[in-house]
């Protein structure tokens, strides 16, 4: 599966973005999805997760009521939508895929896209 990551950009603290995420190639509907982050100088580290067919999500705790992981199975895509940004919301965003159940590690998933910048401004 080949996966395509849009949506960055420059916003304001406090501001909101979406992240799109669209996938060809295999059958969308069965890999979980993951949301990733590298902030310079940082490791990467898990943003948020969702199973399959959407029912289950899961969110790094600083993320908590600020970013919504969702999926539209019928348009190949996972979606993050990001809220009450904050500067420490800097970074590449990554989405990745994995033809088994969601998980918050990096190295357990198959596939990335390139990388989406987002830049929060104080």
């Known amino acids: 599966v080949q996966l395509q990551a849009s949506g960055g950009g420059l916003v304001q603290a406090g501001g909101s973005l979406r992240l799109s995420c669209a996938a060809s190639?295999?059958?969308?509907?069965?890999?979980?999805m993951g949301w990733f982050r590298q902030a310079p100088g940082k490791e990467r580290e898990f943003v948020a997760a969702?199973?399959?067919?959407?029912?289950?999500?899961y969110y790094e705790d600083s993320v908590k009521g600020r970013f919504t992981i969702s999926r539209d199975n019928a348009k190949n895509t996972v979606y993050l939508q990001m809220s009450s940004l904050k500067p420490e919301d800097t970074a590449v965003y990554y989405c990745?895929?994995?033809?088994?159940?969601?998980?918050?590690?990096?190295?357990?998933?198959?596939?990335w896209g390139q990388g989406t910048l987002v830049t929060v401004s104080s």
């Open positions: 990745a895929a994995r033809s088994k159940i969601a998980s918050l590690v990096d190295s357990r998933y198959d596939y």
């Open positions: 190639g295999r059958t969308f509907s069965i890999y979980s």
């Open positions: 969702i199973g399959p067919s959407g029912g289950n999500t």
